[in-house]
């Protein structure tokens, strides 16, 4: 009897344990119908990585087709950029000096200063007769002085030359008559080779004290260093500047016509008599009648007294022989 009852119940635990079992599968595999991820993860589980190193992969070569892309420009609607010219920079404008062109007879310097680049040559002289017209070399420092400020004033196509002062030993000696001659006591207007004359009628001339012509045309240094000058040039226009008040004398023996129309350019614009008053001097040796000679169109100007520089109407001058075409 306790046999039977033992082997019941052993059947009744392996009975139990079976169902629980069967019950247990039949649930999971309902959870795994529903679920696809976690069938998915039973059916095809992740590697476990081991110790092992995975094998080498060996390199073979294996012939293929080799295929070479050639581009091939495709036209579009992008607009294609255009060049935009670059602007030229403004030449800036040009000044230099002093710049010696020679000496005195007593060798101080020959000064000319020069403001501009341009194919055009024009001149201003000035103290020719030194202290004796010394205003004229205080109105050509002024003129420099003015074109160092304003070296704009002077065209691109004109470059200006200013010589302040041809006879530098008389503005030492004097700032009066004494002053009119270079150290030699030679009259500087009277020393170039255009009906130069050892001696003329001073009726009407200039007589308060000795001067000469020299020894010949061009005997001086200063003469000849600034006939070296406009020779070395193509000046085409000339002043020279003198005191005083007899007006403005174009040059050229006989006087020629582009000096004519330069002196009535210089008259339009100043107070200075034009034609010049004719004290009834004889004039020899006059450097502007060499110059036009030369075929560059020249004036004496004279300035309206021996103290004043008439800077502002110089001003005007200068605008003028500056623009002046012949």
């Not at 039977?4 to 009975?15: C, D, E, Q, T």
């Not at 935009?84 to 101080?108: A, M, N």
């Not at 000035?126 to 420099?144: F, K, P, R, V």
């Not at 006059?286 to 001003?315: C, K, R, Y």
Request: hydrophobic share 40%; with cysteine; aromatic share 10%.
């Amino acid at each position: 009897m306790a046999a039977s009852s033992s082997r019941k119940l052993r059947r009744f635990v392996i009975g139990f344990w079976a169902f629980n079992l069967c019950l247990g599968l039949l649930v999971t595999a309902a959870w795994l119908w529903k679920n696809p991820a976690a069938r998915a993860l039973i059916i095809s589980p992740t590697p476990i990585p081991t110790g092992t190193d995975p094998p080498t992969a060996t390199a073979s070569f294996v012939p293929t087709a080799t295929f070479t892309l050639t581009a091939t420009a495709v036209p579009s609607d992008t607009p294609t950029p255009t060049l935009t010219p670059t602007p030229t920079s403004t030449p800036i404008p040009f000044s230099e000096g002093p710049i010696v062109i020679g000496t005195s007879v007593e060798g101080r310097p020959l000064e000319v200063y020069r403001f501009g680049t341009g194919a055009t040559e024009r001149l201003i002289v000035a103290g020719m007769h030194g202290g004796a017209e010394y205003n004229t070399i205080q109105l050509a420092d002024e003129l420099i002085a003015y074109l160092g400020d304003h070296p704009e004033i002077v065209p691109p196509e004109v470059t200006l030359y200013i010589l302040r002062a041809l006879n530098p030993d008389g503005a030492a000696r004097s700032h009066d008559y004494l002053g009119r001659t270079n150290a030699n006591l030679v009259d500087l207007n009277r020393n170039w080779p255009a009906n130069w004359q050892k001696s003329w009628n001073p009726t009407g001339c200039w007589t308060l004290t000795y001067v000469s012509a020299g020894s010949g045309p061009a005997s001086e240094p200063e003469t000849q260093a600034l006939m070296a000058f406009i020779q070395a040039h193509h000046f085409d226009g000339l002043i020279n500047y003198h005191s005083a008040a007899l007006g403005i004398f174009p040059g050229g023996i006989p006087i020629s016509e582009a000096s004519k129309r330069l002196a009535e350019a210089v008259a339009a614009v100043s107070t200075y008599p034009y034609p010049p008053i004719n004290t009834g001097c004889e004039y020899t040796g006059g450097m502007v009648d060499w110059t036009a000679n030369q075929g560059i169109p020249s004036l004496d100007v004279e300035l309206t007294d021996h103290t004043d520089t008439d800077f502002e109407m110089n001003l005007k001058v200068l605008q003028v022989f500056l623009n002046w075409k012949q």
